[in-house]
């Protein structure tokens, strides 16, 4: 398979960039921030991302949706990312629907999301960094389980319908099996979400779980066996997650350039001195192996090929360094017009931290690589 | 079973049959690499079965056509031959810069009886190639180059110095821009062939901070060159030239993926050893080692989308540029962790263990791929101009 899109991914890149760039562009993000707005995004245009058809890229033909990939996905997520636009498109289309693929739980939650009824979040990280343990409870009671503990950065978790929660049911701590991966109703009793603004307007949950009853029918997969759904959720969350911090750095690069053709000092355009045209094509240079690793991680996903794991930490880490260049580049290169918040180069950067932050940073990303390779 | 499966196993059971053992063993040192030429008493006897051997099948040039010395394959084909290679760890049976520099501007600007008398003969390693464009005082700024042609009938007579002439003492021909018109810059260059061998040419070795002096100067004193070996039009050589460069900075970029970080890692696991939890007990040489694969493993990607284009035609035609700036400094990446991986073991310059100076020589000629080739600041300036198209 060559390395480049194909021509019905092409088209429907195109079509994508024309619904996002019409219906969310980053001024949907400033309307929604300004009006202090509480839900963090759209219900309406959530509705319209289904109609498009667009929540179902990830839901086999036989539940009603497209059956197409993770490079169909990522090619949306990149449309998000370039117009900053408030979705619950990479927890639910996404990680949601690769961690219930296959389960039980699959045919009560797909209708939701293909219908664009139903928002999915992610109760994954128990810490300020994200990690790989789990050590919140689920003990068994009765026929079900009772959930104790905290998560938190559970994006869209105050509004969401359905929370993915991974709890422990086995072992200690430090182990990597023994863990469950529940589907939580967002009504369920003892379950307090507080949400918190974060830098870039988007809204996350501070979750708290008080045993918090489930029935046993929760259970996304096996019990004590939750590692595997929750590794298709994270390698497709990461993926995901890649492919929008692609954007976010291609669109502040997009800026930045058109910047650099349009403002005048010393009685000519600033792009037009070396040490601006240096950076800038250094940048333009980071973010194209940044994309290239993005597209390897999703084709070796959806080839289900044993090396994509690591392609995956790969395309993490580096769209986490390429998008983080671009937008520190891009406020610097705009000069104090890139400080003020009235000009969107600023929404870049902060875009650009929470999404590094999601699903494991560079660090954290490189360190699997580390260790992945015997080091 | 698909044609490309067919392929593949007929490609498989044929390099495990025909490839030497002794061509599956990584590359060391500078002599394990074939560069071909005149004189074939360099060769090793399994070098030299390997080069006539992929050559009978035209794989030293496979994507060619047949009727110039290549294998007439597609570009899934070609694609799958590399994979078939790599996966026994076959080493490239031929180097050269007829292959990756010239070849192509002769398959794009050549003759046909240029094509029939130059390509099957790079083709099958016959004739080495090296490469006249810098002069002393044309670099960077390689269009005011002044080693002149004047015309005198049915030849030229060159006159001039070249320098940073790769393995000039070495090669058989070479590629050489010279100037026919003098009141233009650009537009007063013309590119030509000829045989090294021909009277008034000489060549003197320069030594290189590694220690070694695979480059000369090379003067041309009166040297008589037939017309028939001009290629492309009479002053319009400046495009070859630029052609080829572009294919120049293809090959060079590969080395950003040479050897990977497998070396990297064993060496400075053998060196630094490892903690508690098994990781390597340095942690900041870690992380920077991490940081580079992640780089790396992402420029592997990259490099393979980037051929993936080209066989399409949808690179950019700057792209190499791009990938000739990335690749190279990647590479000096490598070798300076490498060297802060192996301590004062890779500093020693002659001894037994260390190869003679192995780690230490590449170390230093690795400085070099940011120049050679158009250095990383021509790279980016390339870049701006013609990609993001910054203006000036
Ligand atoms: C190991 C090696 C092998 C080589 N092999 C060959 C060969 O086989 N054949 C051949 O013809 N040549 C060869 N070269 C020559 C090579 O192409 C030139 O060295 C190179 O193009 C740079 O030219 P220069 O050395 O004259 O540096 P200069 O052009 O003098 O540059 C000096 C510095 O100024 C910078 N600079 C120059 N112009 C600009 C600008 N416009 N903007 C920003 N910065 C600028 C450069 O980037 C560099 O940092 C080789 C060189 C080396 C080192």
Redesign the pocket.
Known sequence: MPLFLNDEQTMLRDTARDFVGENAPVANLRRLRDSDDATGFDRALWKQFAEMGFTGILIGEDAGGLGLGHVEAGVVLEEIGRNLSPSPFLSTAVAAVAALDGTAQAERWFPGILSGETVAALAIDEGPKHRDGVTMRAERAGNGFRLSGAKQFVTHGHVADLLIVAARTAGSDADAEGVTLFAVPADAAGLTATPERLADSSIAARLTFEGVAVDGDAVIGEVDAGRAPLDRLLRAGRTGASAELLGVGGGAMDLTVGYLKQRKQFGALIGSF?ALQHRAAHLYAELEVARAAVLKAQQLLDAEDAAADQAVSVAKAMTGLATTLSVQEGVQMHGGIGMTDEYDIGFFMKRARVLAEMFGDANFHADRVARGRGY | MSDLDTFREETRAWLEANCPPEMRAPIVSEKDVVWGGRDQSRLTAPQKTWLDRMAARGWTVPDWPKKYGGGGLSAAETKLLREEMARIKARSPLNSFGISMLGPALLKYGTEAQKLEHLPKIARGEIRW?????EPNA????ASLATSAEDAGDHFIVNGQ?V???YADQADWIFCLVRTDKTTKQGGISFVLFDMASPGVSTKPIL?ISGYSP?CETFFDDVKVPKANLVGDLNKGWDVAKYLLGHEREMISGMGLSGGGDALVEGALATVGVDAEGRLADPLLRAQIALYEVRALAFAAQSERFIDELKAGQAHPAQPSMMKYYGTELNKARHELSMAAGGSDAVEWESERSGGGRAARAWLRTK?NS????????QL?IVAKRILELPG
């Open positions: 070396q | 090296c490469q006249g464009y810098s670099g960077s700024d390689l070249k940073w002439t790769s290189l480059f070099a120049i050679e080739g158009g250095t990383s600041e021509i300036n």
